[in-house]
C-alpha cells in the first residue's frame, strides 16, 4: 500500500499532537506545522517531519501546494475567547486569514486533499439555543473566536460548492486530557489538576452549577482518523459536513471537581468565587450525527479520562 501523506497544523499543542500520534498509529507520513507560539516541540511525534511556520504565511502555503499531501488536519489557531474579545483583529488574522490561506493553498495544489477543520461546539451556537446542540441549529456566537471559527466554516463551504474542496468540520466541544494547556479554552481540568496536585483549593465562579461537556483528547484524535476515511460528501450547506464531538452528557463544574478528586483520591476544598460575567450557563452537544456519519462515540468515560489526566500532571 502506498504511504498516505498528512499535514497536521497546530500539531504541537495539545489536541494536534494527538492527532499526530493517532495518524502515525495508523501508517500515516504525518508533517506538523507549528509557530510554536503555544505548542512545544517536544510534543511534536518523533516520526513526524516538523516545519515552523504560520499558517498565515507564504511558507505554510507553500509547504501544502509542495507537499503532496493527502490530509490537512487543521488544528492550529488562536484558542483563548478572552483574548478574542479583547483583540479581534488579531482573531480574525488567525483564525480566519490563516484557515483562508491554507484552503486557498490545498485548491491551489490541484489535488484532492480531504481537509479537516477543528471547529467549536460551544462558541458558535451561542446561547439562544435549548442544549443539546444539533449541528443545524442557529449560529449566534456570543465571542470574536466563535465568529471566526463559523466564518472559517462558510469558507470551507464555499470551497467545497465552488472549487470541489473535500472537506469535514469537526466541532468539539470541551477537550481535556494529558498535555493539556491550562490557559486553554478548557483550561479547567488542567487548572483543577495543577491546584490539587499542590493541595489547593479549587475556585469555582459563582455557583458552579454551569455545565459542559467533557470530550477526552483521545477519542477526538480518533475521530480525525474516522473522517479522514470518511467518503466524500456532495456539496450542500454548510452544516452538511459539520459533526459535532461530545459525550452528549452535560456536567456541571462542581461534579467535575468531585469527579476529579474521586479519581485523584485526593481531596481539597472548593472555594466560590464571583461569576465571570457573560459566561455561558449549560453547553453540551448532540452527539448522533458523528455516530452515525463516522461511525464514532467516545470511549473514555470521564472518571477514567480525569484519572488518566491527573496522573498525567502528577508524572511531571
Ligand atoms: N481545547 C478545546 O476544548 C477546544 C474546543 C473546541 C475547539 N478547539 C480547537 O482545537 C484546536 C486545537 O486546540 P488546542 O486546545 O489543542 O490548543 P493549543 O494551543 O494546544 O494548540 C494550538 C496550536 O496551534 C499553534 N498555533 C497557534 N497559532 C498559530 C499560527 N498562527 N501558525 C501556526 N501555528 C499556530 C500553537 O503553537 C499550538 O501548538 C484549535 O483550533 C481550537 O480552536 C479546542
Redesign the pocket.
Known amino acids: 500500500m502506498t504511504t498516505r501523506n498528512a499535514l497536521v497544523?497546530?500539531?504541537?499543542?495539545?489536541?494536534?499532537?494527538h492527532v499526530a500520534d493517532a495518524l502515525i498509529a495508523e501508517g500515516w507520513s504525518v508533517t506538523v506545522?507549528?509557530?510554536?507560539?503555544?505548542?512545544?516541540r517536544e510534543?511534536v511525534p518523533a516520526k513526524a517531519r516538523f516545519v515552523e511556520?504560520?499558517?498565515?504565511?507564504p511558507e505554510?502555503a507553500a509547504c501544502i501546494r509542495e507537499g503532496a499531501f493527502d490530509l490537512v488536519c487543521?488544528?492550529?489557531?488562536?484558542?483563548d475567547v478572552r483574548k478574542s474579545v479583547t483583540d479581534p483583529k488579531f482573531d480574525v488574522d488567525?483564525?480566519i486569514g490563516?484557515s483562508v490561506n491554507l484552503m486557498s493553498a490545498v485548491h491551489a495544489s490541484g489535488r484532492k486533499t480531504r481537509f479537516i477543520f477543528?471547529?467549536?461546539?460551544?462558541?458558535v451556537y451561542g446561547d439562544f439555543v435549548e442544549p443539546p446542540n444539533l449541528e443545524t441549529y442557529a449560529k449566534d456566537p456570543e465571542s470574536p473566536?466563535g465568529i471566526a471559527?463559523f466564518a472559517a466554516e462558510l469558507y470551507l463551504a464555499y470551497y467545497a460548492r465552488v472549487h470541489g474542496l473535500d472537506y469535514v468540520s469537526l466541532?468539539?466541544?470541551?477537550?481535556?486530557g494529558p498535555?493539556?494547556?491550562p490557559h486553554?479554552?478548557?483550561g479547567v481540568v488542567a487548572i483543577f489538576c495543577g491546584r490539587l496536585l499542590k493541595g489547593t483549593p479549587l475556585t469555582v465562579f459563582g455557583d458552579g452549577g454551569q455545565t459542559r461537556d467533557y470530550v477526552y483528547v483521545g477519542d477526538v484524535a480518533r475521530a480525525h482518523v474516522l473522517a479522514a476515511g470518511l467518503a466524500p460528501i456532495p456539496p450542500g450547506k454548510v452544516d452538511d459536513r459539520a459533526f459535532n464531538l461530545g459525550t452528549q452528557q452535560e456536567t456541571s463544574v462542581v461534579d467535575l471537581a468531585r469527579i476529579l478528586m474521586a479519581a485523584a483520591k485526593k481531596s481539597v476544598p472548593l472555594e466560590h468565587a464571583a461569576p465571570r460575567p457573560g459566561e455561558q450557563r449549560r453547553s453540551v452537544v448532540s452527539i448522533e450525527k458523528a455516530r452515525n456519519g463516522l461511525g464514532w462515540s467516545p470511549q473514555v468515560s470521564l472518571e477514567d479520562g480525569l484519572r488518566r489526566t491527573y496522573d498525567y500532571f502528577a508524572a511531571r
Do not use: C, P, W
Open positions: 497544523t497546530g500539531g504541537a499543542g495539545f489536541i494536534g499532537s506545522l507549528d509557530n510554536l507560539s503555544s505548542g512545544k510534543q511556520a504560520d499558517i498565515r504565511s505554510a487543521h488544528l492550529a489557531a488562536q484558542i488567525v483564525n490563516g477543528a471547529s467549536t461546539g460551544g462558541a473566536y471559527k466541532r468539539f466541544a470541551n477537550v481535556y498535555r493539556q494547556d486553554g479554552e478548557a
